[in-house]
DNA sequence: CCAGTTGGCTAATGCTTATTAGCCGACTCT
DNA sequence: AGAGTCGGCTAATAAGCATTAGCCAACTGG
């Protein structure tokens, strides 16, 4: 673990914590006991600092939704192990990916960009396979974009509210979760 | 009431769209044709501003819900409806509810610790909701906190995604996600 | 043992910002 | 008409901030 990652992972809470705007150069290099000005020593600027976590979270969450989905057909078993990584992922980096969906508006180009393409490719991939699920008479719903909108935003919340020493495990969050998103579409097994 | 008004709604667009901490006063006035210190003459501060919107949204959710779940002892039908009040709001008042939302770490004192505990009491309101189903045997759920996050967590999703203009009608939205409702937590009809 | 690099520091630079002061024209009420 | 208020304006105030410049001590590799 070098100066950088702990740079990054102070960065990465205060962000969270206070927002982008609202960190300073300086409170980054007291999380770490430097000074301001001393971070460039380490990185380049804070914009960068927000990419990198941006960019990050959403390449992520793009492998591990297709492992996920790649060992099996049936859509009803598709749906819920992509669900599962979902939430399990905004459990388990809850930061990265609260940072991620709260500070899109202060991402910068080109990195803007980049990452609202992951995002909507990431979307798409949910849609698709609801749809399929609807096409093969497994699920019942009637729009697949309202229910994917839905399970994803399930998702988004975990990350707010999660907490890892709190009285529900990532497990039980997980797992019922993926109930959730099986209910939801209505799906008969 | 012309100017004041015309102010905060101007705010609570521009909040939206680029975040508390970006917008600037001179912002504010220009979308209403004068320069940022003229504001003075009508409103208090920005963090006044924000703190009328943050209160605002509360109050109504608040008022919203209670009408909707005083009508019926029935839990499903309950459910039903303090979901589709809390989409419908969402829905139709995206802007608040958005900023609301995402701007709570930009309040300060007294108005954070109010709004927080409007927040906490509204989420207990849902959760007993729940376990007065469960009680009833007409939920079943394994966690009544879990489903009445992920239940909550939809309709801040709406206010993020929806557009009036869209394809999907409010009262499309509010239905189906009312059925989310009572699919999440098992109800059985 | 010394030349170079690394990673700190403080000071300066060049912004941007909320808010206040103080001025002034236009309208209103008597 | 004239006193007062309303609602603009520009200029000043007093910060706060990211980033750069330039300095220096400690390590490091040959």
Redesign the interface.
Known sequence: MSRTDDIRAAALELFT???Y??TTMADIGAAVGIRGPSLYKHVASKQDLLAQIMTGTMQDLMDLHRTAVATTADPTERLRRATEAHVRYHARHRLEAFVGN?EI??LEEPHLGEVLAKRARYEAGFRELINTGVAAGRFH???A???S??I???G???A??FREDGE?TED??VW??GE?AL??V?ATD
């Open positions: 914590g206070r927002g705007e609202s709260r508006r202060s719903v009637t729009s974009r309202l229910a909108y839905a994803l935003d399930l988004m919340g975990v707010v509210w529900i039980a969050v019922e979760y959730f209910r939801l209505g």
